[in-house]
Structure formats: C-alpha cells, structure tokens
C-alpha cells in the first residue's frame, strides 16, 4: 500500500500545533503516512501563492488548503487538515471511507458560535459551511475538485472556496462527526475520545486555553515530544 498523503496546515503563530497534530497522526496509524506542512512563505518563494494578506484570514493556510489537489498532482486521494486537530484513531480509517463518486468528504457540521473572537484574539466569523474545509478528504483526479488549481485558489473569494461553491452538493459526501470534533461546540463522550479532536476556537499551546475539553490529551502529546 502506497503512503497515505496528508496535507497539514502550518502558522507561525502556533508551529507547536502542527508539530503535535503530526505526531498523534504518527502514533496512531499503522499506515505508512506523507505528511506535508503547507507553509505559505514556501508557497509564495514557489510561485504558486501570492494573494494580498487578508485581514480576515484566520490563519497562515485560510487560502492555501486549497492548492492540494495541485501539490497531490491531482491524482488519487489527499487529506488536508488545520493543524489545531489532535488525533486519537488510526487516520487510515478516513482513507478507507473513499468513495469515487465524491469530489470531497468531510464533517458536514452546522456550526453556529457564539464567541466573537477566538485562538490569539482572532475574529470569530460566522458563514455557512463553517468548518467543512477544516478536514477535506479530496479526489483529486474528480473534475470538480481539478477546479481548486493556482489560479482558484490565488483569485476566488472565500466564499467561494470555503462554502464548496466549485462542487455540486451531490459531489459531497459525508463523513462520521468524530473525525472532526469541534471543541467547545461538540459535547464530549466520557466513553471514548473523539478520532480527531478540533481546538477551533484555540487550544492548549496558547496559555489561556488550557482549560478546554481534552486539552491534557494534547498536552500529553506535547510532551512525549520533548
């Protein structure tokens, strides 16, 4: 079996997340993984990013997740995740769930929240479909998901990227809320951990997030690395 390529997202603000959300990827899956950081000033020295810095993005990779299909090649399946995922389960359990008739599976959550503000005093917007591209697992051969190119991805609005507007709603398939779990708006199960825990309003590697649901799991993480 070829190695599963995953796609990660990186941010200068917070390198201990992905450093952290890779390792748990490691540990858990006995699947032979391709992880790739999407770092923006690599993509940019590259040629293939150079859109103006939106004062609304979130992160460093609000944009970048979606030159995956392009750095895959668009060909056979690639995962993309925001770095602030903590994963408990055997990823190689997402790629089995690979259906050809899909250009994209992901969590198709409706998540509403109620903070303004979120992570290191970001602005917390609300917009449908949030969320959705946080975790994508992308066909990347699917004529759909070939319009996510260089130019897509440098030139389309966020709505148009992050509200799947490049895909027909029949081309989206779902996929189990455990692979992405949304702290603070998900209820924990006190049975069992969710398979990839999402910090998306911020996690523990910031100070004043180290009270949350499941942050000593990320911490225990951390620490393994050191």
């Known amino acids: 079996m070829s190695a599963l390529r995953i796609y990660v997202g990186w941010d200068s603000r917070e390198p201990e997340a992905f450093d952290v959300c890779r390792a748990s990827l490691e540990r858990h899956s006995n699947a032979t993984l391709h992880i790739t950081p999407i770092i923006q000033d690599d993509l940019r020295e590259r040629g293939l990013y150079h859109r103006d810095v939106d004062p609304l993005a ?12 392009h750095l ?7 995962l993309f995740c925001d ?3 903590l994963w408990t389960r ?7 769930k690979a259906d050809e008739k899909y250009a994209v599976m992901c969590v198709q959550h409706d998540y509403r929240p109620r903070e303004t503000v979120k992570m290191d005093g970001q602005t917390q917007s609300v917009y449908p479909r949030k969320n959705w591209s ?9 004529p759909a998901t070939r319009k996510l190119n260089v130019e897509t991805a440098n030139t389309q609005s966020g709505a148009y990227l992050h509200r799947f ?22 209820s924990p199960d006190p049975e069992r ?11 523990p590697w910031f100070e ?4 949350v649901d499941y942050a000593d799991l990320w911490l225990a993480e951390r620490d393994r690395l050191a």
Not at 58 to 69: A, G, K, M, N, W
Not at 134 to 142: A, F, G, R
Not at 208 to 211: A, F, G, K, S, V
């Open 58 to 69: 979130s992160t460093e990779f609000t944009y970048t997740r979606f030159l995956v299909p």
């Open 72 to 78: 895959a090649g668009y060909e056979g399946w690639a």
């Open 83 to 85: 770095c602030d995922f």
């Open 90 to 96: 055997d990823v190689a359990e997402i790629f089995a």
């Open 134 to 142: 946080s975790l994508m697992l992308l066909n990347c051969s699917h």
């Open 165 to 186: 507007q490049w895909v027909d709603d029949a081309e989206i398939g779902g996929l189990d809320p455990t692979w992405n779990w949304l702290e603070g708006w998900d």
């Open 193 to 203: 951990a969710p398979g990839a825990i999402h910090f998306t309003r911020g996690g």
């Open 208 to 211: 004043n997030w180290r009270h």
